[in-house]
């Protein structure tokens, strides 16, 4: 069975803490790892990572994905109160089903 | 946005009775999806279309039809609500080259009582 796994759950800390978001896979036919952040609304695109050990960079984010080992990290530097959200991570088979882990929600205090 | 709408944005109905929700989008594009969104399930794929008339089954389909008469319109169909498919529903889009990231609608609120 596909699968998507995420850890933590949930997390909360400072501003300017760093943290880091794991997510597991194990989907059949693999085409490519997805991010998304969701703010109480629609989730909205983060990163896309399709070979393994690339890292993707957008500002304080950034994110590698392992294709050996079946993981991919989510890393948020300097936290700000905006980051507060639940983080999804998916993965792409190539028939185009996506299959989403439960999310972790982070909280970043002031 | 990616030009995805959906309607009607919030829905009350009754146990048995049947719902329609609608996707619609205007970017042409020809994957669409429907999801079912639960507190600790995550997000959940209904049903997908990969074309006009071309449809198929995702992994919590039962009680849930779709049909897609035109490339800008994706219906999810309950066909007798159960308070079971109280959630929030979100269509999204993908197109068929690259990217293939998945952007979504703004999501329906349905509740069955």
């Known amino acids: 069975e596909d699968k998507v796994v995420q850890s933590p759950l949930s997390l909360v800390v400072h501003e300017g803490d760093t943290v880091t978001l794991n997510c597991s896979y194990e989907?059949?036919?693999?085409?490519?790892l997805l991010w998304y952040k969701q703010e109480k609304k629609a989730p909205t695109f983060l990163f896309m990572l399709?070979?393994?050990?690339i890292e993707k960079k957008s500002g304080r984010l950034s994110s590698i994905l392992d294709k050996k080992e079946l993981f991919s990290i989510l890393n948020i530097t300097a936290t700000q109160t905006g980051d507060s959200a639940i983080y999804l991570c998916a993965s792409a088979n190539t028939g185009n089903q996506f299959y989403f882990g439960t999310g972790t929600s982070l909280t970043v205090i002031p | 946005d990616a030009g995805i709408t959906q309607s009607p944005r919030h829905k009350v109905t009754e146990t048995g009775t049947p719902v329609t929700l609608r996707c619609h989008q205007t970017?042409?594009?020809?994957?669409m999806y429907w999801y079912r969104q639960d507190p600790g399930h995550g997000l959940r794929l209904i049903h997908y279309?990969?074309?006009?008339?071309?449809?198929d089954k995702g992994e919590v389909s039962d009680g849930y039809s779709v049909s897609r008469s035109k490339t800008e319109d994706f219906l999810l169909t309950l066909e007798s609500a159960t308070s079971s498919q109280t959630s929030v529903y979100f269509c999204?889009?993908?197109?068929?080259?690259?990217?293939?990231?998945?952007?979504f609608g703004p999501g329906t609120r349905l509740t069955v009582t």
């Open positions: 970017e042409n594009h020809r994957y």
């Open positions: 989907v059949t036919n693999f085409r490519s």
């Open positions: 999204a889009i993908r197109g068929t080259g690259s990217p293939l990231e998945q952007y």
């Open positions: 279309s990969y074309g006009v008339k071309d449809t």
């Open positions: 399709t070979s393994s050990g």
